[in-house]
């Protein structure tokens, strides 16, 4: 049974992506108080933040945009912000009835 649980551990440990914020960078905050029952279409993620300081053990220093308090927390708990989507580089066609 050993055998069988180093082997999925393996298998699982591969699997895992590695994290790598930069100083500066903007990050989404995992919101864990937040429970299923409070609404399922209630976004989980709270930001976005900048990261300030980068530590050795995995823990990052972000910074919020809003507050501007400064905390640490696990990289775990953040995912990289990324823009929405710009509507002033959308091209508008207009169709045309087809002539019978």
Do not use: C
């Not at 500066?24 to 108080?33: T, Y």
Request: aromatic share 10%; charged share 30%; hydrophobic share 35%.
């Amino acid at each position: 049974m050993e055998i069988e649980d180093k082997e999925y551990k393996v298998f699982h440990d591969a699997r895992i992506s590695k994290k790598n914020f930069t100083v500066g960078q903007k990050v989404l905050l995992h919101h864990s108080k937040l429970k299923f029952f409070l609404g399922k279409l209630r976004s989980r993620w709270l930001g976005p933040h900048v990261i300030t300081k980068n530590f050795a053990n995995g823990a990052v220093e972000i910074q919020s945009l809003k507050t501007n308090n400064t905390f640490k927390v696990n990289d775990h708990q953040l995912k990289e912000y990324r823009k929405g989507f710009q509507t002033e580089h959308v091209e508008i066609m207009d169709l045309e009835d087809p002539i019978l």
